[in-house]
């Protein structure tokens, strides 16, 4: 990549290199785009690393909804360096390390300055494609034509545009690779065990799914002194990678025999977990967790996008006799004020995060990222711009 400095690119479009999605599940092609200069309030990241979030592989799958339009800039989950910005931004300057988040943070509506939400009411979620105060999009190919963006951040590319909204800044002292985890997936799950659930000393949980979501949930139970931490999945290999993160007990439902995964877990639990994370995205599996939990005071905590669209259907019964079943995006995370407590956590040791990266690819070799994804074996797959 050719080297840029703010002095001679800000106020400036760029020329750079994009991993370009063209066409549902097919494979990203390397592209030069040109990445507008940032507008008011907006700006310009140079990326030195992203990874691959099973949100972006369920995104780049999707035929149809709001996230239809092609071509388009994959990736959320990253780490860079302010390259310039554009009016009225004050919270960062050019050089700053920052990690770009898709949930917005005005730090002014009743959401924002709230302690029961981690939603921002002036920006929502209104443009999927663009920009989040207008939709347009900082993205064209090299003909002139638009490049949609994705989640408000697009990370699959050497330039981005971003919304002060959706910006974080840490300290420098944080490795990149590191800072990138904590973008989105790891501090989802971190955050559902912290704030959603409030997991406490002695208490069980189960998890139903151990990606980097879910491990990141037992992490954040290990932290909190949980008594049994019950890892389920379908894949047997993922007990031994669970242990690194405090989980306890593995379930494969394919090994239950007759039994259901909920008799299994009451029996292990004496009537059930305390909480439940459902970190897939799959309505039966959220049934599932929910019918894990136990009576009295069982809390099912939904991190997973349901894939596709379904319904959640639960018996009004189990919900008298005291479960609960709640939402979560990012965890219940407030990422302005939050993500600067897990980086300060992970450098004074105490917060695990070396131990997500199983894979490191260039910039160049994307795709295999998604190939190890699809194969099960992977966490996290550090994607390297420079390298």
Known sequence: MEK????????????????????????????????????????????????????????????DGPERSFPKILGHEAVGVVESVGEHVEEVKEGDLVVPVFLPSCK?????????????????????????????????????????????????????????????????????????????????????????????????VAIFGLGAV??????????????????????????????????????????????????????MTDGGADYCFECIGLASLMKDAFDCSREGWGKTVILGVEMHGSDLNVNSYQILRGRSVMGSLFGGLKPKSD???????????????DEFITHEVNFQDINKAFEFQSQGKCIRCIIWMDK
């Open 4 to 63: 840029k400095n703010s002095s001679e690119t800000a106020g400036k479009a760029i020329t750079c290199k994009a991993a370009i999605c063209r066409e549902p599940g097919e494979a990203l092609v390397i592209e030069e785009i040109e990445v507008a200069p940032p507008e008011a309030w907006e700006i310009r990241i140079k990326i030195l690393c992203t990874s691959l979030c099973h949100t972006d592989v369920t995104f780049w799958k999707m035929n």
């Open 108 to 204: 002014e509506c009743r959401d924002c300055t709230s302690t029961k939400s981690n939603l921002c009411t002036k920006f929502g979620s209104k443009f999927y494609q663009g920009m989040p105060r207008d939709g347009s999009s900082r993205f064209r190919n090299m003909k002139g034509e638009v490049v949609h963006h994705f989640l408000f951040v697009s990370s699959f590319v050497e330039y981005t545009v971003v919304d002060i909204a959706h910006v974080v800044r840490l300290n420098h002292e944080i490795p990149s690779d590191k800072a990138c985890l904590l973008s989105c997936g790891v501090s989802t799950g971190i955050g559902a065990a912290w704030k959603v659930a409030e997991v406490e000393e002695g208490s069980t």
């Open 214 to 267: 879910g491990l990141a949930v037992a992490e954040g139970a290990r932290l909190r002194g949980a008594s049994k931490i019950i890892g389920v999945d379908l894949n047997p290999e993922k007990f031994e990678i669970g242990k690194k993160f405090g989980v306890t007990h593995f379930i494969n439902p394919t090994a239950c025999g007759e039994k259901a995964v909920s008799q299994v877990v009451k029996e």
């Open 339 to 353: 993500i600067p407590i897990l980086a300060k956590k992970y450098l004074d040791k105490e917060l695990r995060l």
